[in-house]
């Protein structure tokens, strides 16, 4: 049984929430495509505005890692 290296590629969407109180919230997913950036900022700094949030960040990244991949 022979083993190959091969690259694979996955996207990561990390958005951190600092709330009001001095908390903060982290969601990290792996998705398809970026989202929008336009939509997210539009929407994340209304949400600032209206004092739902204190602050926010958001990054949208590629990963590469090598996956074994059996071979018979």
Known sequence: MNQ???IKTFIFFL???FN???SFKNK???VAKCPNQME???FMNESKKLGKIQDWEAYCF???M???IKKS
């Open 4 to 6: 190959k290296m091969e």
């Open 15 to 17: 958005l951190i929430i």
């Open 62 to 64: 590629p990963v590469s």
């Open 66 to 68: 090598e996956e074994r």
């Open 20 to 22: 009001n109180d001095g």
């Open 40 to 42: 997210i900022t539009n």
């Open 28 to 30: 990290i997913e792996m």
